[in-house]
């Protein structure tokens, strides 16, 4: 596959595969220790490390790629087994590395990779949220492919949901999943415990079933996509685990919500999700309601930085070496915080959206 996308660039820019000098990779650490050929098992198993943190260069022979064979393949440091080389590209793309104020860096997906910037300390924890956020293993699930349900919005009458390229309908994504929860809480057809009700008015007929079983319509048509209650458990526990890690770094560095000045959303769910969403589903505090930046493709960008100056390469280690890492599951207020959060807040006091 990276062969495929190195020949489709060549052909976008009218330059042979030969042509090619040097590459940069970044990713998570157990998509570098595949691409490496490297067993990955030692990630799941304590002590949990990596096989190599270190800058480390291999040739595109060594990788079996179709470049030139001496091609110099560099593969960005990575922090720990769950914070990777594509977390110290996003942190550098996006100036972090540098921030004078407390600043957080979220990357959201099934392990939620999450940097406090405090003063001249750089911390950092990965949070093992599930698949949820990708859409996987929810009822009306799938990638944020043409069709797939990417925004809700509801009011007392009706339910709008946008779709990627306005296809009809066919799934649920990640981002569409979280905006559907989050409107369901503010028309209180959920409750702070995540329990779907039976709704007065119009909306009454989305709902079906009983208990554990009961759904919310989202659209009708060519086909049906609802949420399930079930579904929403599941995403209880991705934010639950997200929002833990972001208070137990925020105690770290003995600072509180009020006090973050910017919050970076990585990552391609961060980069299209509302933070009205976010907030009303307790993943962040209110507090930074007017503090967030989505930064899109961050890792990629900290790899084009690295390939075009070495001056950044150079920065990249740095930051890697910077870097502190918490272990959540070692933790014991992870878990009381866990378990807090797994209720959403109040949507009659605490969120203010």
């Not at 959303?265 to 007017?290: N, Q, W, Y």
Request: proline share 4%; charged share 20%; hydrophobic share 45%.
């Amino acid at each position: 596959t990276v062969d495929e996308v190195v020949d489709e660039l060549c052909a976008e820019v009218g330059e042979p595969l030969d042509a090619i000098a040097h590459a940069v990779v970044v990713g998570n650490p157990a998509m570098l220790h595949l691409f490496a050929g490297v067993d990955p098992g030692c990630l799941g198993q304590a002590p949990f490390s990596p096989a190599w943190r270190r800058w480390t260069t291999l040739s595109a022979g060594e990788l079996g790629l179709s470049l030139v064979r001496a091609v110099p393949v560099e593969l960005v440091p990575m922090v720990s087994g769950y914070v990777g080389a594509d977390v110290v590209a996003g942190l550098v793309a996006c100036g972090i590395h540098e921030a004078s104020e407390a600043t957080l860096y979220l990357d959201l997906g099934t392990n939620g990779e999450i940097v406090l910037a405090v003063e001249d300390r750089l911390i950092s924890c990965s949070a093992a949220a599930g698949p949820a956020f990708e859409a996987v293993g929810i009822s009306c699930g799938m990638s944020a492919l043409n069709g797939a349900v990417s925004s809700v919005e509801i009011n007392d009458h009706d339910v709008w949901c946008g779709t990627i390229g306005d296809a009809p309908a066919a799934g649920l994504c990640g981002t569409g999943l979280t905006d559907a929860v989050a409107e369901l809480l503010r028309v209180g057809v959920l409750d702070t415990n995540g329990r779907m009700l039976l709704p007065e008015g119009c909306l009454r007929k989305r709902v079906k079933g009983e208990g554990n079983e009961r759904r919310f319509t989202l659209t009708e048509g060519v086909r049906e996509v609802y949420l399930s209650q079930a579904d929403v458990r599941k995403l209880q526990l991705a934010k639950a685990a997200l929002r833990s890690g972001v208070d137990v770094l925020l105690s770290r560095g003995e600072l509180g919500p009020g006090d973050v000045r910017r919050v970076y959303l990585a990552g391609a769910f961060g980069a299209h999700m509302r933070t009205e969403s976010l907030i009303r589903i307790g993943l962040l505090p209110p507090e930074v309601k007017d503090k967030v930046v989505q930064a899109g493709n961050a890792a990629g960008l900290g790899a084009k930085a690295a390939l075009a100056d070495r001056r950044t390469a150079r920065l990249l280690r740095r930051v890697a070496r910077r870097m502190e890492f918490v272990e959540l599951a070692a933790e014991s207020e992870f878990g009381r915080r866990y378990v807090q959060t797994m209720w959403f807040p109040d949507q009659s006091k605490e969120v203010q959206v």
